[in-house]
């Protein structure tokens, strides 16, 4: 069901090419992960967490993701 959701949240955000996102409370940045695949090289998705731990695992699993600083 939460996959689902996030789906149809993706589709109304309608990212594209260039765009820049921000997902607050990225948790382990699956979602931030999703939005950085619908982009080219110029978008950028920065993320935040409450929790530092969540912010290291996040950048451990999108490494090779662009993300803004």
Not at 7 to 33: E, F, S, Y
Not at 41 to 65: C, H, P, Q, W, Y
């Amino acid at each position: 069901m939460v996959a689902e959701e996030f789906a149809l949240q993706l589709k109304w955000l309608d990212i594209k090419g260039g765009n820049n996102a921000l997902d607050v409370g990225c948790g382990i940045g699956l979602q931030a992960q999703a939005m950085a695949k619908l982009m080219d090289a110029e978008g950028k998705v920065a993320d935040t967490d409450l929790s530092n731990m969540m912010i290291e695992i996040a950048r451990e699993r999108t490494a090779s993701f662009k993300f803004a600083s």
